[in-house]
């Protein structure tokens, strides 16, 4: 009958209507968020490690480490102009092999490696604000989460005010450390290898090396996806967004690194903990204040930008989860007014904060964890680009606003190499943390936590895929 017709009609909106995200991010923001959390805190630390390595072309190695990310930054700004979802991953990989147990393992690494991520960094920033006021590490940390969890609560468009202020801070940091020593470059020999050798393969093997730390500081462009569906036309807007933050960091990487060599022996760098705050005090007068309070200042804003932009992300891949029926469905519970995963953003609080607790008992355990986290993110990276190559041999012909090019026949060759690249890597990482050390005390609980979680709801994927094949 046309009235009950209509009013099936009219409940099935409702309940779409119910578990759908308010879309308030625009392409500028997209792109803010993306550059603040790739800077994140991570290139105060890993350019002194890899100047150590690497020499004079450390700046090589950024070149290298941005050409090896953007394979997978490009497989995820194919996928997000298909599939604009919250938990990205999860999507992606369901979607190409049709599998529940894939898709929620690549979902649940997903997840795990955000929150263990948003852990580790608000140590990082209680570690600053202790040095500065003197207040405990893991009271500031756990503050900090509360916070911003609020923030996360209170909207995206709330939340986008502080990631703008804070990644205008962070890299204005960055920028004054260029435009204070570019004069300065071209005072010693870019080109200058730390081993003396004409064979290439010893040459240049060192750029290589230092490379492969310095891929983590652009870890992060992954998390746009998954805020896709509160940005307007993610179809277009996440690509573009995703490709130009990848690209902005890039070149302020390699400026960086230009100055602080040019600046600083690389081995002097290798050697210092606070190498940008050397580079800073070294660039003279004044500056000695800069290295100290104010560049942790800077490092305040920057760890605390990461953590929120990591909260949303986590929240939004356990909502997306949820919606599916891959995890309770309470987790897909919006607050009605403000739109946001109220449920998710509980629970990703409450998980975040009882890391911050493991670590206090036990020194390094957050950092063992960390190494987990990499392990996780590369897995996730793999099974991202194998789903786009997938795709483009199962679904040729859905329509894509955003391609990656180059391709041998149906097989994409820059998806391939990212996922070459994972498989390289993950080797390097994968006998340290399962077998070696504390990482392996944690690995294997980690592991059968997720086995449980999945085989808890079986039924929950089985009862929602028979009601969906009633569906007329």
Not at 141 to 155: C, D, I, K, P, Y
Request: charge should be neutral; proline fraction near 4%; hydrophobic fraction near 55%.
């Amino acid at each position: 009958m046309p009235f009950i017709d209509s009013m099936q009609t009219e409940i099935a909106r409702a309940r779409v209507e119910e578990h759908q995200l308010k879309k308030s991010l625009s392409l500028f923001e997209v792109i803010v968020y993306g550059v603040g959390i790739i800077l994140g805190a991570g290139i105060y630390a890993l350019i002194g490690e890899a100047a150590g390595i690497a020499g004079n072309t450390v700046w090589l190695s950024f070149v290298v480490a941005a050409i090896i990310a953007s394979f997978s930054a490009l497989s995820y700004a194919e996928l997000s102009s298909l599939f604009p979802k919250c938990a990205a991953e999860y999507v992606y990989t369901k979607r190409a092999t049709k599998s529940n147990f894939l898709a929620f393992a690549v979902g649940y690494i997903a997840l795990l490696a955000a929150i263990i991520t948003a852990a580790a960094v608000a140590v990082g920033f209680g570690g600053y604000l202790q040095g500065l006021t003197g207040i405990p590490i893991i009271i500031g940390a756990a503050v900090l989460l509360l916070l911003l969890s609020l923030l996360n609560w209170f909207g995206l468009k709330e939340s986008a005010k502080f990631n703008m202020i804070s990644t205008a801070i962070e890299v204005g940091g960055l920028v004054l450390i260029i435009v204070l020593g570019f004069h300065l470059i071209g005072s010693v020999d870019l080109l200058e290898f730390p081993v003396a050798s004409t064979d290439p393969g010893v040459m240049f093997a060192p750029i290589f090396a230092a490379a492969a730390i310095i891929f983590f500081a652009f870890l992060g462009f992954e998390d746009l996806a998954n805020i896709s569906e509160e940005t307007k036309d993610a179809k277009r807007n996440i690509p573009i967004g995703l490709l130009t933050a990848v690209a902005i960091t890039t070149v302020i990487y390699i400026l960086v690194a230009v100055v602080s060599v040019s600046a600083v022996s690389y081995v002097e760098l290798g050697a210092s903990n606070e190498p940008l705050a050397l580079v800073a005090s070294v660039l003279g007068g004044s500056l000695g204040a800069f290295s100290g309070t104010l560049l942790s200042i800077i490092a305040l804003f920057a760890t605390a930008n990461t953590v929120l932009i990591i909260l949303i992300v986590s929240s939004r891949i356990m909502f997306g989860m949820a919606r599916d029926n891959s995890l309770p469905k309470m987790l897909s519970r919006l607050d009605k007014k403000r739109g946001t995963p109220v449920a998710a953003i509980i629970l990703v609080f409450m998980v975040t904060v009882l890391l911050l607790g493991i670590g206090s008992f036990s020194e390094g355990i957050l950092a063992t964890l960390a190494k987990l986290t990499a392990f996780g993110i590369l897995i996730v990276f793999f099974a991202v680009n194998i789903s786009l190559i997938i795709l483009r041999f199962t679904e040729p012909k859905i329509e894509r606003a955003f391609k990656v090019p180059l391709s041998i026949g149906k097989l994409p060759i820059i998806p391939t190499l990212g996922a070459l690249f994972c498989i390289f890597m993950l080797t390097q990482l994968g006998t340290v943390v399962f077998f070696e050390g504390t990482s392996s005390e944690f690995a294997l609980p980690i592991v059968l936590l997720g086995l449980i979680l999945y085989i808890t709801f079986i039924p929950v994927f089985l009862l929602n895929k028979v009601l969906n094949n009633s569906t007329p």
